[in-house]
């Protein structure tokens, strides 16, 4: 397995922007796509997007799109989720995960490891 830490949460007024980082160590960063969750309390856990190993080719939840962009550098073994336009429904704890599969799935079962998670808030 890999081994995934996040960072770059906190607390945002709306209509603000964020950038989460999720470093990876411990196997060939570039074998994994990537993934992006939440979890909001109460909530299930959520996908919201996730980016393929090489190619680089990214899928985002409906309810994210337009405003988040998911992107790699390979060379840093490292994970990005650029947030903007966030909105009081972005908050919860979001959480890198990664997938063998090709191309990656949706489902949190889909993953097969996972980091800590990083509180993201959103005040109104």
């Known amino acids: 397995q890999v081994q995934l830490v996040e960072s770059g949460g906190g607390l945002v007024q709306a209509g603000g922007s964020l950038r989460l980082s999720c470093a990876a160590s411990g196997r060939t960063f570039s074998n994994y796509a990537m993934g992006w969750f939440r979890q909001a309390p109460g909530k299930e856990r959520e996908f919201v997007g996730a980016?393929?190993?090489?190619?680089?080719?990214?899928y985002l939840a409906d309810s994210v799109k337009g405003r988040f962009t998911i992107s790699r550098d390979n060379a840093k073994n490292t994970v990005y989720l650029q947030m903007n336009s966030l909105n009081p429904d972005d908050t919860a704890v979001y959480y890198c995960?990664?997938?063998?599969?090709?191309?990656?799935?949706?489902?949190?079962?889909?993953?097969?490891?996972w980091g800590q998670g990083t509180q993201v808030t959103v005040s109104s």
């Open positions: 995960a990664a997938s063998r599969l090709v191309p990656p799935g949706r489902d949190p079962a889909d993953f097969d490891s």
């Open positions: 980016i393929s190993r090489s190619l680089g080719r990214t």
